[in-house]
């Protein structure tokens, strides 16, 4: 069973499922020669895939290509259902900073086979998550920045306000599919300059205002 705090507080939450959003940055479909999508791009990770800041992103062999994507992390604190995008922000409990470990080799593959996605990015380690501040601690979710630092190197920067698809709009729309429950949690998509991550790497992403997550990557 894994979990995540709202720092400075006593709150802790089980993690439900997480609920990832794909294409929702312009120039990050744009750089893997997507198509634009007409409404959200979604698919999942399991609670399992959660690791925590200074952990250990593991490789798995049937790999040669893994790369990171930066996200805004998003918490639902109350169940909603069929939920407007006006009430959408009530039910958040907090925001975080993931990184999307995706392998690309695998995914690429099953694409091509018209197959789902999870063997890619829902493996053991394929999710560092960090720690929530409460939802009174950012005042729009759309004017946050979002960063990551390969080794050092800054490698992604970009305003949450270039989202394809507002942070809003993402609950309400997720709400019509799947009941949103306490617990359950959103990565919001990622903006351009993901690439690949080998053995002895150092990742951070920084999401201004709301916190960071460093792991590092081994096989």
């Given amino acids: 069973m ?3 705090l709202i720092r400075d507080t006593d ?3 089980i993690i439900g499922k997480i609920v990832c959003v794909g294409r929702n940055y312009l120039e990050h479909i744009n750089e893997l020669g997507n198509q634009l999508p007409s409404e959200p791009v979604i698919f999942m990770k399991p609670a399992s895939s959660v690791i925590k800041n200074g952990e250990t992103v593991f490789i798995p062999s049937f790999s040669n290509d893994c790369h990171y994507e930066a996200e805004l992390a998003v918490l639902i604190g109350t169940d909603c259902k069929n939920i ?8 958040i409990a907090g925001y975080g900073v993931a990184i999307d470990m995706t392998l690309r080799d695998v995914q690429d593959g099953q694409k ?3 197959l789902p996605w999870d063997v890619a990015k829902g493996f053991d380690t394929a999710c ?3 720690d929530f501040v409460s939802v009174a601690s950012v005042q729009n979710p759309q004017e946050l920045t979002v ?3 390969l080794n050092g190197e800054e490698r992604q920067n970009c305003s949450t306000g270039y989202m394809i698809f507002s942070v809003a709009k993402l609950i309400s729309y997720i709400s019509t599919i799947f009941t949103l429950e306490e617990g359950d949690i959103i990565l919001t998509g990622t903006p351009s300059g993901v690439g690949k ?4 790497d150092q990742m951070e992403a920084i999401v ?9 990557v081994s096989n």
């Fill in 112 to 114: 091509k086979k018209g």
């Fill in 147 to 149: 960063q990551f630092f």
């Fill in 208 to 216: 201004t205002g709301v916190g960071a997550i460093k792991a590092v």
């Fill in 84 to 91: 407007s995008e006006a009430d959408a922000l009530s039910h």
């Fill in 197 to 200: 991550v080998v053995p002895g």
């Fill in 11 to 13: 709150s802790e939450f």
């Fill in 2 to 4: 894994k979990t995540v």
């Fill in 128 to 130: 560092p998550l960090s």
